[in-house]
């Protein structure tokens, strides 16, 4: 039976040591460099249906360790599309099985501000790793062509690889309150198995900007 990684609880649980890792990063430089700190939940399509979750720290002043406006990121993201089958495969009731793919990444880039507070471009990228899942297909000998069945006439498990990659993920972001905003723009992941291109889309929560952020 197709397992979904997203649903695990070790996909959370790691998730959530993320979000305390960055957030004590941030917090060590919050009195003297004032970041702003946000979370993004989204998603899109492209090549992959895609999900993700987004912590973002963007530096407001210069640091030892980060220059002006640079905006550090941690995410979790999910992206399936339907895997490549035998020819004469019958899906049966439970439909097409899916590859998937399921990885984190820790991204850096450059936050650009415009004249108005309320627009501003991101260009950012990164490493990531995490998991590929990819039907495994066996013909199933105990099946009747000319009898209606509930089962597809291949059995398939799947297959988990590990796979390290690279992740591409710059925005416009539209951050219309102080807390609250959304943003779009590719999200590309290039890796060895299964590489994504999409369109994404996601709701901005958190500490966003602040006052002056068109005058920087």
Not at 127 to 145: I, M, Q, R, S, W
Not at 149 to 161: E, G, I, L, M, T
Request: net charge positive.
């Amino acid at each position: 039976m197709k397992k979904y990684l997203l649903f695990s609880p070790t996909v959370w649980r790691l998730f959530g040591m993320a979000i305390l890792l960055i957030s004590g990063s941030s917090m060590a430089f919050a009195q003297a460099n004032e970041p702003y700190i946000y979370g993004e939940i989204g998603g899109g399509d492209g090549s992959h249906g895609l999900f993700q979750m987004t912590l973002n720290t963007v530096l407001s002043k210069n640091n030892i360790m980060c220059s002006k406006n640079n905006i550090i990121s941690i995410s979790y993201s999910y992206a399936s599309r339907r895997s490549p089958i035998p020819s004469d495969f019958y899906p049966g009731p439970a439909g097409f099985p899916d590859q998937t793919l399921s990885v984190f990444a820790l991204s850096y880039g450059k936050v650009f501000f415009s004249k108005t507070p309320c627009v501003r471009f991101i260009l950012k990228g990164g490493l990531c790793a995490g998991v590929a899942a990819t039907p495994d297909f066996e013909y199933n000998t105990n099946y009747k062509p000319w009898v209606f069945s509930f089962s597809s006439n291949y059995d398939f498990s799947f297959q988990r690889k590990f796979v390290p990659g690279l992740v591409f993920n710059p925005a416009i972001e539209f951050p219309v309150g102080r807390a609250f905003g959304f943003s779009i723009g590719p999200y590309v992941n290039v890796n060895a198995v299964s590489s994504v291109l999409a369109v994404e889309t996601s709701m901005m929560f958190g500490k966003i900007r602040g006052r002056k952020d068109g005058n920087h």
